[in-house]
């Protein structure tokens, strides 16, 4: 994958600083939102749903429906609706396999969506809810439905000749809904959920478009370290504004508000972050053209894209079997990122309904992890430079199987445990992220940036649905986060294993691109 010649080494430079800002005006919401305050607030305010003036910490068991009606309705539908899901994910798994695979099948992929969708729905309007698994359950069915949509978003972006401004497009819708969560307040648990839905699935959706802009802007010899300082500024800037929520946060009184209030305000924050500083990059990179203006890109290509969306997807699809080594990596990201997401997005939830900790003591924790993180992506980055991006990733899934390990056995209480386990977090955290990111942008063939890092955010930050799931329905057997934290160790382990029957080398020639110095 080559960059345009036209482009000089300042233009690219000022590429790059335009770039780096992206990560810095989400990662507000990301932290403050998804990993601090979402999770702890919307479960009280589902615990107040279901059992109106019950005393903090007490124990509650009575169910959630998002339509009350539902309450009444035999179990047998959302069982049903369940269980044709899960028969109705596999077909258009194994239809998208037959399908790359150019197999005659009895149906098309496209034909599966349907039915799907009316399941689904069905189950998320019908099926129980435990109070306390409001939050996960939120986050698993915006990332199934990302996990949709985004490649819809992906071939879109392909054919787009502007891409900063679908990035910024994306990004306002989603810090439109982000703010918007300042009025969750009372019991209306579901418009909360809704919310965050939507500003979950317009992040995945403007991160497939940002990733991609990546390949366009640096070299094979350039990727890592710019994608790690980008990593880094992200976790820099999170870190500020989770700074002053902290303020806030912990001590509302000072600032005239209640402590609701302050968690609402933060979060109202975090969404006016994220709108603001996306002018940077909308601007910056405005003179960036994407797939779609790319003439250079191979004649089969081409003639997909110019026959629709639907057409380059099944292009596309068809050629997965070329890039065997591409698919393999994805399918290890698909492990070891769920992992990681899950514990970034549970720790929070972990720590105030487990182990007993204030909301204060966690926002100052998150905060320690983000400036840790900061330096943390930096130093993986000059790791990467010398001993490659494949060996350090397989490296921190390693520490992150022993930090879940460690989560497990932190005593109730034990803030300062906690707080060392959280420095360990920060040290691999972005560089895990990071290195990812620029690793996969090796594997990935030209002008078709955009569809594959659509799988790739399918799976990313806001996209990890099997951790979620598993984290939510552990607690929902047991009423305990401690089996649910250390089941995530899978994950890991699964992760790890794929990604050792990666050839990176032999994936980046497979995808027609340069080889970097270091591999």
Known sequence: MTMASTETTDDLKRFHRSWYWYDWANSAFVTTVGTVLFGPY???IAREAACPGAAEGASCTTPLYVIP???????????????????????????????ARDRELPWRPSSVLPALAVAALILVLTAPIAPGAVAPYTTTFATLLS????????????????????LGLFAWIGAAAASLLFFLQGDNWRFGAAMMVIATV?????LVVYDA???????????????????????????????????????????????????RVSMLSAGLWWAIFTIIPVMGLRAVRGAGADKSAPQDVREARDEGTLAQLGHTFRELKAFPHTMRFLA????????????????????????GFKQSQLITLILMVQFVAFFGALIFGWFAARVGAYKTILWSLLAWALIVIAAFFVPNKAFLV???????????????QALSRSLFSQLVPQAREAEFFAFYQAMERGTSWFGTLLFGLVYQITGSYRPAIVALIV?????????????????????????PTVV
């Open 42 to 44: 919307i479960s009280s």
């Open 69 to 99: 009606a539902a309450e009444g309705l035999p179990s047998i539908i959302w069982q049903i609706a369940g269980v044709l899901v899960v028969v109705l994910i596999a077909a258009l798994i194994g239809s998208l396999i037959g399908y």
């Open 147 to 166: 996990a949709v949509l985004l490649f819809f978003v992906g071939a879109a972006a392909d054919r787009s000749e502007r891409p900063a401004r679908m």
């Open 202 to 206: 317009a992040l995945g959706s403007s």
């Open 213 to 263: 802009i990546l390949c366009r802007i640096a070299s094979p010899d350039d990727r890592d370290k710019v994608s790690s300082r980008g990593w880094a500024l992200g976790y820099l800037g999170g870190g500020l504004l989770l700074a002053v929520n902290l303020a806030v946060v912990s001590s509302p009184e000072s600032f005239g508000l209640t402590t609701g209030s302050a968690v």
């Open 332 to 355: 290890a990201y698909l492990f070891f990122n769920d992992g990681i997401q899950t514990v970034i997005s549970s720790s929070s939830l972990y720590g105030s309904e487990q182990l």
């Open 418 to 432: 906690f707080a060392a386990l959280g420095v360990l977090i920060g040290i691999v955290l972005g560089g895990s």
């Open 491 to 515: 994950f890991f382990a699964l992760g790890f294993v794929i990604l050792k029957k990666v050839d990176v080398r032999q994936g980046i020639l497979d995808a027609g691109n340069e080889l």
